[in-house]
């Protein structure tokens, strides 16, 4: 038998009817991890939003963004993400309940209200965050913010197990704490009281948690809170306030939203969701964040974790692939409008050619954590560190942990953000001041340019220079060092462009 026959009949075999069939494993389809991540990290902003509008005291960004999410789901997928979004309602309502004032409450039971909804929106892992000294940003701790670390550090010593939790449930509850508890706030939020299903869960997740809450939980207390619930809960089923067991929020094979959702709830079986209000002056429903297309944020932020390669100098190139992938620009268009090859130039091109632009993007007039997934950051020359020549261009890509792409993926700078976000509007707010101070410096000059007083003379051209000096300054800070585009939903004006 020839070589090439012995070659042919031994490749056969494996066919032969005494072969086993192999077996057919169901192939998950792809989009379903993609859908399950576009919720888990969208879930991810609005909860970090809520976590950072309760500790500023701000409204409340609405969960109802993420119900169009819930539309590219399935089971069982699909009814744990509901009962997520049930919950963060839950938890916004319970946030919005304490930022309402204490009304009758005694201040002792109020803060501890205070502090359980600083734990449940993850208050004190936002403040740690916060603290990190950023490298780029060079940034690092202030008196007080030592001062925080410090105390936290020293309560935490004494706990027998969970250290790192109780440091970050310190640092949130002492921040809300000085927000909610200073006197001015709580006379001026003290009406009369009136029954709520937020309330009554509130304090039934304090005596849940008694882990967090058992040194302050006296006989005394106790009995105010009892008190407080059958005031709160007076016209509805109220919740056991006794320490029995609670149920765990339902949610499997989710990942990271799984854990951040192991925290205990009042038992609701057989009460009905509250009514969720929509607050005012919300990140989430307010422009721009209200017009997001987080569905194409979401595309693009997959395409340019897909398309990374590690970072070789050329981010602007695969941010420009990333966009004409998924259908926001044509790169011929970018390049014709002169952007060149350095990142600092695509906010130009953003603003200058709208028009230009297949999908409009927006512009967040100040730009601060967190970014909607898919929101795209351009860093001007030398801003955090990066090129003096060309800048930084990246695309948001997780929320938790801060993560942002272009040719290579990186922890996202999120203090530096922060820091160069807000530089702009504290410089238009300080300019005015300024150049009144510069008027009248140059009044004083022009009066003592017209004596013989040689000494008053250069007094005069000295403090005018510096005048002058500080004006420029300020102007310069006025051309913002960082800017943050996000993809606009089909169907919407643009502002401004007609």
């Not at 051309?479 to 939903?489: D, G, K, L, N």
């Amino acid at each position: 038998m020839s070589r090439p026959l012995l070659a042919l009949l031994l490749l056969l075999l494996p066919l032969s009817a005494s072969a086993k069939p192999r077996k057919r494993v169901a192939v998950v389809p792809k989009t379903a991890g993609a859908e399950k991540q576009a919720f888990e990290q969208n879930y991810m902003l609005v909860f970090e939003q809520a976590g950072q509008s309760f500790l500023k005291d701000e409204g409340m960004p609405d969960p109802a963004i993420l119900e169009p999410l819930l539309e590219g789901l399935k089971e069982p997928g699909l009814s744990s993400a509901a009962v997520a979004v049930r919950r963060l309602e839950e938890l916004i309502g319970n946030a919005e309940y304490v930022q309402g004032g204490p009304s009758t409450i005694s201040t002792d039971v109020y803060k501890l209200m205070v502090g359980q909804v600083a734990q449940s929106l993850a208050v004190g892992v936002i403040i740690e965050r916060n603290f990190v000294p950023n490298n780029r940003a060079g940034r690092s701790l202030d008196a007080s913010e030592k001062s925080l670390v410090t105390a936290c550090q020293g309560e935490a010593r004494n706990q027998a197990y969970d250290r790192r939790g109780y440091y970050q449930f310190c640092l949130g509850r002492r921040a809300a704490e000085a927000v909610y508890l200073d006197p001015a706030r709580v006379a001026a939020n003290s009406g009369p009281m009136a029954a709520s299903p937020a309330g009554v869960r509130v304090l039934a997740a304090i005596a849940a948690d008694r882990s967090r809450f058992a040194p302050t939980l006296s006989e005394d207390l106790g009995r105010k809170m009892a008190d407080m619930r059958t005031r709160l809960g007076s016209g509805m089923p109220l919740i056991d306030l006794n320490g029995d067991a609670v149920a765990p929020v339902p949610w499997s094979n989710t990942g990271g939203i799984g854990r951040s959702l192991q925290r205990r709830a009042a038992d609701a079986a057989g009460r009905s969701s509250p009514d969720f209000t929509q607050a005012k002056g919300l990140k989430t429903s307010e422009p721009p964040l209200n017009s997001a297309d987080l569905a194409a944020g979401t595309k693009l932020a997959q395409i340019a974790v897909r398309d990374e390669i590690g970072f070789t100098g050329y981010c602007y190139a695969y941010v420009k692939s990333a966009l004409q992938k998924a259908g926001i620009v044509d790169r011929k268009n970018i390049d014709a409008a002169g952007s060149g090859a350095h990142a600092k130039l695509f906010a130009a091109f953003v603003d200058k050619n709208p028009g230009l632009v297949n999908r409009k993007l927006l512009r967040i007039p100040v730009p601060a954590w967190p970014l909607p997934i898919g929101a795209i950051v351009v860093w001007s020359p030398n801003a955090c560190g990066y090129s003096a020549k060309s800048g930084h261009i990246e695309i948001i890509t997780r929320v938790n942990p801060p993560q942002a792409c272009s040719d290579g993926c990186g922890t996202f700078q999120v203090a530096c953000l922060e820091e160069l976000g807000t530089v702009p509007a504290k410089a238009a707010a300080m300019l005015p001041a300024a150049q009144k101070e510069l008027s009248e410096a140059q009044a004083a000059y022009d009066a003592a340019n017209t004596g013989r007083d040689t000494p008053s003379r250069r007094k005069a051209a000295a403090v005018l220079a510096k005048k002058k000096a500080a004006v420029k300054a300020i102007q310069a800070k006025m051309t913002p060092r960082v800017a943050a585009y996000i993809i606009e939903r089909p169907g919407q004006k643009m502002p401004g462009v007609p």
